[in-house]
């Protein structure tokens, strides 16, 4: 498999120096805000630290403030002469003050502007080793005793494999690698409806329960059948099975509502391919990790309700689950489901446990882009190339895009009929016939 280039552009270890006495008390009642810019992405805002001593005391573990992700194209756009104008590309990180209040000290009409830095990037990261563009303090602002703000801009390469499912998911499509024009097929996906008990009730027992309650209502059970036992399984070019996403909890509606709730979210079991005992016909799997959705927003105008998805590691012969991404995606337009331990902030048990081994390392996992519950959707995944050590590590994270697929669409509300948009035909999943 041949990965496409990508760089990651990240600015991290902020910090603000005032000048004066009058630092001391700016830092009581002040606080303080970047917006960090790069043309052609969008704005990204972070807050940033009041200094007083002149010691800066750096948190090792501490997230990057932005990370922009550049592409091919990307790059060939900022090495474009004049791209920037006279002065060539950069990143532009502009620092300003506020009173105490609202959100990162951003209030329309009452931040200051301290200052700008620009940091210029070059062509360095091509050579294959990251890139150091600025790391220390830099005067901003006018005056003889300006402020000064300490950063650190790196500039790496990050190549990415890209994959998309070439139709719908319940289809049982083929998956290609894109590269460039070339769609190469390297897996294909089956999809299973199988409303009996399977192999995922003893895989799942020790990580979670089915849902919980005894439901004796008739119609609540005939909603709870259409939702269940659903699978799917990644195969190879020579037909192995490699990957697989077990729907373990159902999909059901919520006591007097019609939508998943997050009180108890439909649950798939993310697996790949174990070592199959000679003579056996049975496929063995490893558990890998465990997807949660849900459906929030309820009585929101039409579109803007939210399927929220939530993803844990389980570790092998560890008891304790790693959360490694909760995303939200528009329940009408869909959105990007992505692992990326720089654009999430981990929680104190993630903290302690580790982001685990798939994730070792930090930095960007995997994306994988999704269309509305409504929409034929396509999956569009991509995988960074270093957590990618074999064709099943790829095959695995394809399982998880095609189960948040289908969460998408087993969390739409149980008494709405809907179409795909882009065909006359019939739903595949039948979820309301």
Known sequence: MDPQIFVRLSVAQLGLKLPGASARKAARVRVCHCEIRLRGFPIQIAPVPLINSSEFNLDPHSTNAAVFSLDESDLKALSKPGCFGAHGSYIEVAVYLSRRGGHCGIVTGMKRLVGVVKVDLGPEWRDGKPVLLHHGWAGIGNGVARPELHLRVTMEVDPRYIFEFDDEVALNPQVVQLHGRIRQPVFSCKFIRDRRSSQADQLGGGYWSSSGGEEKDVEMMRRRERRKGWKVVIHDLSGS?????????????????????????????????????????????????????????????????????????????????????????????????????????????????????????????????????????????????????????????????????????????????????????SDPLELDM
Do not use: Y
């Not at 692992?339 to 903290?351: E, F, H, L, V």
């Open 241 to 425: 099975a490699v990957a697989s996403a077990f729907m373990t909890t159902p999909f059901v509606p919520a006591k007097d509502c019609d939508t998943v709730a997050r009180s108890n979210p439909g649950a798939w079991l993310i697996a790949r391919a174990g070592v199959t005992v000679a003579g056996s016909s049975l496929q063995s799997w490893q558990p890998w990790g465990r997807l949660e959705a849900w459906r929030e927003g309820a009585g929101a105008p039409a579109g803007k309700d939210t399927v929220c998805l939530r993803l844990h590691l389980l570790p092998e012969g560890q008891d304790a689950c790693t959360l490694v991404s909760e995303t939200p995606l528009r329940s009408d337009k869909g959105g990007e489901f992505f692992i990326d331990m720089d654009r999430q902030a981990p929680t104190a048990s993630c903290a302690a446990s580790g982001p685990g081994e798939a994730c070792a390392g930090g930095g960007f996992v995997m994306s994988c882009r999704v269309e509305g519950e409504a929409r034929s959707s396509r999956p569009l995944v991509q995988l960074a190339m270093r957590h990618v050590t074999c064709m099943e590590d790829a095959a695995m994270f394809l399982a998880l895009a095609a189960a948040v697929d289908l969460s998408v669409k087993a969390c739409r509300p149980f008494r709405r009929k809907t179409t795909t948009a882009s065909s006359s035909s």
